[in-house]
Nanobody, 128 residues
Framework: QLQLVESGGGPVEDGGSLRLSCAVP????????VAWFRQAPGKEREGVAN???????VYADSAKGRFTISKDNAQNTVYLQMNNLKPEDTGMYYC??????????????????????WGQGTQVTVFS
């Protein structure tokens, strides 16, 4: 069974940067829609960004201008570069993929049900 593996989280100072990585084994040529979600304590999981097979990306308003999602098809890896981090960005960040889909991202950014494979998450903590 496919397993997504996230890495790159950790503590970071307000205004700092982190780059999260999501290894997507079996995603030959970047054919899956892959998304990043996050969940803060006591809050619902929310979509942050997604990227489709053509490299087109969609961002949550909170991420626009600060976060960039990208992928390296040769490495079967999707990245989330996060700059100018704020304390409200703190949370567990999850990578998710729509395995077996058409490669395009459907629904809204918060459409958790569109994704059938999830990682275990990586914690991001932004302190001031």
């Amino acid at each position: 069974q496919l397993q997504l593996v996230e890495s790159g989280g950790g503590p970071v100072e307000d205004g700092g940067s982190l780059r999260l990585s999501c290894a997507v084994p079996g995603d030959r040529g970047g054919s899956f829609c892959v998304a990043w979600f996050r969940q803060a304590p006591g809050k619902e999981r929310e979509g942050v960004a997604n990227i489709d097979t053509e490299g087109d990306a969609v961002y949550a308003d909170s991420a626009k201008g600060r976060f960039t999602i990208s992928k390296d098809n040769a490495q079967n890896t999707v990245y989330l570069q996060m700059n100018n981090l704020k304390p409200e960005d703190t949370g567990m960040y999850y990578c998710a993929a729509d395995v077996g889909g058409a490669g395009y991202c459907f629904g809204t950014l918060d459409s958790l049900h569109e994704y059938n494979i999830w990682g275990q998450g990586t914690q991001v903590t932004v302190f001031s």
